[in-house]
């Protein structure tokens, strides 16, 4: 008896990378002897492919649409493991932002999205400036950009915040008593288990 995970897997079709890379719904499968520039070429496309899969599937539903029209849901299927709502937003934001405007050197498909309802001159201004950050190298979170964009300009900083690890809950309320007599505000937190 087959389970529905085995039938999904079934039904998605492997994928070519190289003459020594496969891609399959259970993982990559390597066969033969691939050389280091074939490994690195390899790496390059899997990067390309995870910055990119948004547009890349997004794309391709417009095309299919455009060339197909009604017929292209026989394509589009619900086999993806995708919603119809994620698998529609890839799309309106692919026809939204075209490629000459995408800026996925440094930002995430999500940036994109959140300038998606903009004309394409003022998606280039919003994604720039998100890319290029202060001058700092540091790119624009998408909350910012979407802050930015909703009123008009960057937003002005009004606070900053101070996080401190301490190692003992005294520390913690020492240190929050003597903040607290210089007039700050404090808010006290701890974290259980696991890594810091």
């Known amino acids: 008896m087959t389970s529905d995970l085995d039938a999904v897997q079934d039904a998605i079709a492997a994928v070519?990378?190289?003459?020594?890379f496969e891609a399959t719904a259970k993982g990559l499968v390597i066969t033969g002897d691939p050389t280091f520039g074939e490994c690195e070429s390899l790496w390059e496309t899997l990067l390309t492919f995870a910055k990119t899969i948004q547009f890349l599937i997004g794309d391709a539903m417009t095309f299919f649409r455009k060339r197909w029209g009604d017929k292209a849901e026989q394509i589009i299927s619900e086999?993806?493991?995708?919603?119809l709502e994620t698998l529609r937003a890839y799309e309106w934001t692919a026809e939204k932002v075209s490629p000459?405007?995408?800026?996925?050197?440094?930002?995430?498909?999500?940036?994109?999205q959140a300038a998606a309802k903009l004309n394409p001159r003022e998606q280039k201004q919003w994604l720039a400036k998100?890319?290029?950050?202060?001058?700092?190298?540091?790119?624009?979170?998408?909350?910012?950009?979407?802050?930015?964009?909703?009123?008009g300009a960057d937003p002005a900083i009004t606070a900053w915040y101070l996080l401190?690890?301490?190692?003992?809950?005294?520390?913690?309320?020492?240190?929050?008593?003597?903040?607290e007599g210089?007039?700050?505000?404090?808010?006290?937190?701890?974290?259980?288990?696991?890594?810091?």
């Open 182 to 196: 210089r007039g700050y505000l404090c808010k006290a937190t701890e974290k259980r288990g696991g890594a810091t």
């Open 130 to 151: 998100a890319a290029n950050g202060d001058g700092d190298g540091k790119v624009w979170s998408v909350k910012r950009l979407t802050t930015a964009i909703h009123i």
């Open 79 to 83: 086999r993806t493991g995708w919603s």
């Open 100 to 112: 000459d405007v995408r800026r996925l050197d440094v930002l995430s498909y999500s940036h994109h």
């Open 16 to 20: 070519g990378l190289s003459k020594h």
């Open 164 to 179: 401190v690890k301490m190692q003992t809950e005294d520390a913690r309320t020492d240190l929050m008593r003597e903040l």
